[in-house]
């Protein structure tokens, strides 16, 4: 279910780019299908008529940064679309417990061990800054922030 890559990124680059943006929305695309759209209001594409692997082309906020650079390494080794960074916070502590249509990769850049993920019924962690991990989303899963901190991750979709 949740497999430790040998990717591990740095976290605080990372951290630092995402926290320079303006935010209005916890789920921040890092592609798109048009190279400039960073959120939709649900995670449920099927709403825009809209396809995970339609989001290819990165963003303009990250491109010439070690943003893209970890997509494009990501994208090199594992096929991938639809990047992301996601944050849980004291606002929006869960999401539905749900099925995606393919695995997914995450990299934690802020967590703490009241961030888990529930697949399938079994609890799993990320505790790792950086390390990339590949998780199996297309088994029933959700993923939880049940601390005072905010939990953020860059994830991926594999095509």
Request: charge should be neutral; include cysteine.
């Amino acid at each position: 279910m949740l497999t430790k890559l040998e990717q591990k990124f740095n976290y605080e680059e990372l951290l630092k780019i995402y926290n320079s943006m303006i935010r209005k929305h916890p789920q921040i695309h890092i592609s798109s299908p048009d190279g400039k759209t960073y959120w939709y209001e649900s995670g449920d594409l099927r709403k825009y008529e809209l396809n995970q692997n339609d989001f290819t082309k990165i963003n303009s906020f990250f491109k010439g940064t070690y943003v893209e650079k970890v997509y494009k390494e990501l994208d090199a080794c594992y096929n991938i679309c639809r990047g992301r960074f996601m944050e849980l916070n004291s606002d929006n502590r869960a999401y539905s417990y749900h099925y995606d249509m393919t695995q997914r990769i995450h990299i934690p850049l802020v967590t703490d061990e009241d961030c888990m993920f529930i697949v399938d019924d079994n609890v799993y962690k990320m505790p790792e800054p950086g390390q990339a991990y590949m998780l199996d989303t297309t088994k029933k899963h959700t993923a939880l922030n049940l601390g005072s901190n905010k939990r953020v991750h860059l994830v991926a979709c594999l095509k």
